[in-house]
């Protein structure tokens, strides 16, 4: 019964987004345009390291695109559902509240799995990016699995703040955060005190588990596992937080 | 009765936020059968009556009920359909696709079609939600009540913003509705709705139950008029001449409520040389509610 709620839910949610062209073209265009323009055609040939930049860019590139859908799969649709109200019709339905998130979950792991689609396909065709078997799929498990932690900071911030706020609140996170976590230019090519703080944000650490499955990460990758872990769990209790809080107020 | 049969049910329930309560130890319960209306203003408390009753929130103290079963659990909710005050219904999912994914919510649902023909939504099936007029939306709103062919429903202000004729069309189908032996539990701040629609009707103000009783009896104890007048009676002889309920003094000016306005001026002539009649006016319905909540003794009111 609850499988099928959540696959009923998961495709209608599917349904909604794919006919949104507010979600479907920043989510999908805005990564595929970038690495097409930053890894493919300025230089793509060149070298970072043992890699070419059409490489290391598509595990950087494809981390910002699969936090991109994450958090507005999130942040900017739950708060909409909860300030609006439709968030309370489906809490008044017998819909078994697990359904709505893991349904969440998957159309979120779904688009991420479309961007990385796209991105590797541009890679490989435009890019001559030759990867292992292995590293290609460690690549795609590491983007698309990648893409929860953000869900869970998506969710927290769907929670707390208000539906007119979210989107805003959403792109002051993502921007500042792929940037200074070295997803749109290297980590080594940033100025020493961004480096410095880099470590410090879950960008940082799916980057560097991106690039890792390709060569070139820093640290180990069972410490960005377990760091990027933390950040799933933090979301998780500060978006409970926010849904207890609802409870107390009159508004919504 | 036992509490298993009894549809929906509040028990002593107080809810408060911050300072603000917005129930105060009500005991509200739906029997079976019956379309019960709680009636009251905005900021009355029937709101949260309803989220309380639907388990969106937990009350402070009391218990809320669905068919004997605490609401706080999804799986508990499937004999109960609901309609919330709400605008953000996804906008881009047609109206068959909404229906049929609430239908799958619920063990023993109404076969798709039936839900839209009972919703009057034929012919709309395919249309996005988002290009639909407001009295259709409403229609969908009732559809995803109805789909998973509940025991009750619950509706909070249904009718609020409809124009009359979706108004008129959505009271036919709730009546249909308790033609088939359902239970149906709503509000609404309208006594010609609760009148319309109700069995009985429960008055709820300030977060108390101030009011119970038949549409009947209701309205003669709101439905009154204000008589405005100056007199030189005081308001002990006032209280006491036949047919006055309410004394109410400002700058002067004197404010009786009554069911027989004629009877009353007439009686006022009678008795006071002095008496002028300033005007008669039929109570609105907020100050009924709040004289429901009053004794029938004098109140002065502050200039």
Known sequence: ?252 | MHDTQIPARLSRVTKRYGAITALNDVDVALQPGETLALLGPNGAGKTTAIRTLLGIIAPDSGTATLFGKTPRRAANRTRVGAMLQVSGVPATLTVREHVRLFSSYYPRPLPIADTLAIAGLRGLENRLYGQLSGGQKQRVAFALAICGDPDALVLDEPTTALDVESRLALWAQIRGYVARGRSVLLTTHDLAEADALASRIMVLFGGTIVAEGTAAQIKSRAGGSTVRCTSGLDDERLCALAGIETVQRADGVIRLTTHDANAVVRALYAVDPTFTLLDVAQTPLEEAFLALTRTPASQEVPA
């Not at chain 1, 949610?13 to 930053?38: D, G, N, Q, S």
């Not at chain 1, 792991?109 to 590797?120: G, H, K, T, Y």
């Not at chain 1, 769907?158 to 706020?165: H, I, L, R, T």
């Not at chain 1, 940033?190 to 640290?219: E, N």
């Open chain 1, 1 to 252: 019964m609850i499988a099928q709620i959540t696959m009923n839910e998961t495709r209608a949610e599917l349904t909604k987004f794919a006919r949104l062209p507010a979600y479907v073209i920043p989510t999908l265009a805005f990564p595929v345009a970038f690495y097409a323009f930053f890894g493919l055609a300025m230089n793509g040939s060149q070298h970072i390291g043992p890699t070419t930049v059409a490489t290391y860019m598509l595990a950087t590139f494809g981390a910002f695109g699969v936090v991109g859908c994450a958090l507005f799969a999130f942040g900017v649709s739950v708060a909409m559902e909860r300030g609006q109200g439709w968030l309370l019709v489906k809490r008044a339905s017998p819909m078994p509240p697990a359904a709505y998130f893991v349904a969440k979950v998957l159309t979120m792991m779904a688009f991420a799995a479309v961007i990385v689609a796209m991105l590797c396909l541009l890679a490989a065709e435009f890019g001559g990016v030759r990867l292992a078997p292995g590293a290609w799929l460690a690549l795609i498990a590491a983007l698309i699995l990648g893409a929860i932690p953000f869900g869970a900071i998506g969710l927290a911030i769907g929670f707390v703040a208000g539906p007119n706020s979210a989107p805003a609140i959403v792109n002051v996170v993502y921007l500042p955060m792929s940037f200074l976590a070295g997803l749109w230019i290297p980590v080594e090519a940033l100025p020493p005190f961004i480096a410095h703080v880099a470590p410090f944000l879950p960008t940082y650490h799916l980057g560097q588990l991106a690039l890792g499955t390709i060569g070139p990460g820093h640290g180990s990758a069972l410490t960005h596992i377990v760091v990027l872990a933390l950040w799933t769990v933090a979301g998780a209790a500060a978006a409970a937080y926010g849904m207890k809080r609802d409870e107390g107020r009159t508004y919504g």
